[in-house]
């Protein structure tokens, strides 16, 4: 009797890693206020978008984009103050760059360290890569346990450690010496994840002279970009030379690179807006520190965390208000009863408070 051969299914083929993860969760936003993904809320001035528009009208997307994307590289270089000697690798989004690191470094065994709550793609990329993650958790008020990440770099030997400046969930500036000394201990590189940097009054690029193994990373999305997708890591040439090698060609399309160098020649603007949400910001904490039975933690980015009884609760109050904001409660233990809004204009901030203050309302 001829054998059967077995049906292919995903869970005989694919790595458990794989199996185990779950998508990013994306939800759908129609007709919210849409206040869950630390996007800029701010359009563009009418000109400024009339002279996109006449730059992408005339764009030659029947043709691959500049692969090197020089032009843009020295645009942003200018307008970070890029230490003299330091290089810019691009990628598709702060994404890309995360995972591609990761897989320059992922030789069997390697670790990826951070501290949590953090960003989510720290430990879902090294999923992807097949590392080990080791998550160290921050403290109650979430800052560094300093020993404890010490600890941890002695006992594993990270070859990539991704620390948040400003932290995403929490939104607070680690402190720098604490940074410091954690490069110093790392046998591996240290990537300063700077997404939220306009919104924040501190850097580690004009360290990057200062310590080899140290690279930052920068995102556009926050500043008014976040449908562009672009991304950059600035560091020493000795580690983006290895790094080019494994940037997939053409990973930044022609419209991005043409819209992205416009809008860093108007700069000034985005900051403009950046300046204004962080005074929006202000307003909006005072709020919610204002508010019985709400806690908010004070924030260096464009968004607030704060902590409120029966979160699941009171996020479904306000997603029935038609307010979309980011439930983390149940994600990891310092997160219990945490929701996270991002800074809307003054309109969105003024119609959330009101939904929050009827959501909480409900619940008691």
Known sequence: MPSV???????????????????????????????????????????????????????AINRYPDAGAQSLKDQISAVTGLPQGMGILLGNGSDEIIQLLAMAVAKP?????????SFVMYRMIAAFTGMQYVGVPLTEDFALDLPAMLNAIQRHQPALVFLAYPN?????????????????????????????????????????ARYPNLLVMRTFSKLGMAGLRLGF?????????????????????????????????????????????????????ERLAGMADVRPYASEANFILFRVMHAAKVFEGLKNRGVLIKNLSGSHPLLADCLRVTVGTPQENERFVVALRESIHQTI
């Open 5 to 59: 051969t077995p049906v292919l299914t995903p869970d005989r083929l694919l790595r458990q890693e794989v199996l185990a993860l779950r998508a990013y969760p994306v939800p759908d936003s129609g007709g919210m206020v849409k206040l869950d993904a630390m996007e800029n809320p701010y359009p563009l001035p009418p000109q400024l978008r009339d002279e996109i528009a006449r730059l992408v009208a005339d764009a």
């Open 233 to 285: 890591v600035a560091g020493s040439q000795a580690w983006l030379a290895h790094l080019e090698k494994l940037r997939l060609p053409y990973n930044v399309g022609v419209l991005t690179q043409l819209v992205v160098e416009k809008l860093l020649q108007h700069h000034a603007v985005l900051l403009q807006q950046a300046a204004q949400i962080k005074l929006d910001r202000v307003w909006l904490y």
């Open 109 to 117: 065994g390697a670790a990826l360290l951070s501290a949590e709550p």
């Open 168 to 208: 995403n969930p929490s939104g607070n500036l680690f402190d720098a010496d604490d940074i410091a000394q954690i490069i110093a201990a790392a046998p591996g590189l240290v990537v300063v994840d700077e997404a939220y940097y306009a919104f924040a009054d501190a850097s580690f690029m004009p360290m990057l």
